[in-house]
């Protein structure tokens, strides 16, 4: 059975530093990866996705980047966080099928202060 | 690029009632998907249903592809399925899903 974990569950963070999150997904070769991003209240966006090794896509500019430095490796990170990062972020896999489901990992909550 | 309306924004039920979800989206969809968002944010997906009626449990869907709407029935509602439904049409090129506001479901004991 695939599963996909994400990494933290949660963070606070000070404006400025860094962030890393990271999502893992097993027993599917190949998925396409996405990021998404959710403000609170707010609607959830696409921020980046993947569908092969080294190769990702920009959806949403946000003064973030994403890496697929493995098949089933998706990493979100910015080398300095704003306030306006803060949210609910969620990794998600779908196989390369144009009608194919989109599965969500659990989620990382981000609060920037 | 896509745009998705879903009505109403919030709904109360008292527990037993049923309740009709609408989603209205701008383009062609491969695929539409039903998801429950916790209030933990958590995302479970309910139904896929990109075109006619399906059913799972006490949900059913009915999608109608050239009118680029869908719908979601819940019957017998339970205080469980408290939350947040989205509706979540894909892009023609099976990369991009894009996601409504949400319908907002309180379900009273």
């Known amino acids: 059975a695939q599963t996909i974990h994400q990494w933290p569950v949660a963070e606070i963070k000070a404006v400025g530093s860094p962030l890393s999150l990271g999502c893992t997904i097993k027993?599917?070769?190949?998925?396409?990866l996405y990021w998404y991003w959710q403000a609170t209240g707010g609607t959830l966006q696409q921020l980046f996705y993947?569908?092969?090794?080294?190769?990702v896509e920009s959806v949403v500019q946000l003064n973030l980047s994403a890496s697929r430095p493995k098949d089933d490796q998706f990493i979100l990170s910015t080398e300095k966080l704003l306030l306006s990062h803060s949210g609910f972020y969620l990794c998600?896999?779908?196989?390369?099928?144009?009608?194919?489901?989109?599965?969500f990992g659990s989620g990382t909550r981000l609060l920037v202060i | 690029g896509q745009q998705v309306q879903q009505s109403p924004a919030s709904l109360v039920l008292q527990e037993g009632e049923n309740a009709e979800l609408q989603c209205n989206f701008s383009?062609?969809?491969?695929?539409l998907q039903w998801f429950y968002q916790s209030p933990g944010g958590s995302l479970v997906s309910l139904l896929s249903?990109?075109?006619g009626t399906k059913h799972t449990g006490r949900l059913t869907s009915t999608t109608v592809t050239k009118e680029r709407r869908s719908s979601l029935h819940i019957s017998s509602s339970q205080t469980t399925d408290s939350g947040t439904y989205l509706c979540?049409?894909?892009?023609?090129?099976?990369?991009?899903?894009?996601f409504g506001i949400g319908t907002r479901v309180l379900v009273r004991p």
């Open positions: 979540a049409p894909t892009n023609s090129a099976g990369n991009k899903l894009t």
């Open positions: 027993g599917k070769s190949s998925p396409n």
């Open positions: 249903n990109p075109s």
């Open positions: 383009s062609t969809a491969t695929q």
């Open positions: 993947s569908i092969t090794v080294g190769q």
């Open positions: 998600a896999w779908s196989l390369r099928a144009v009608n194919s489901d989109y599965t």
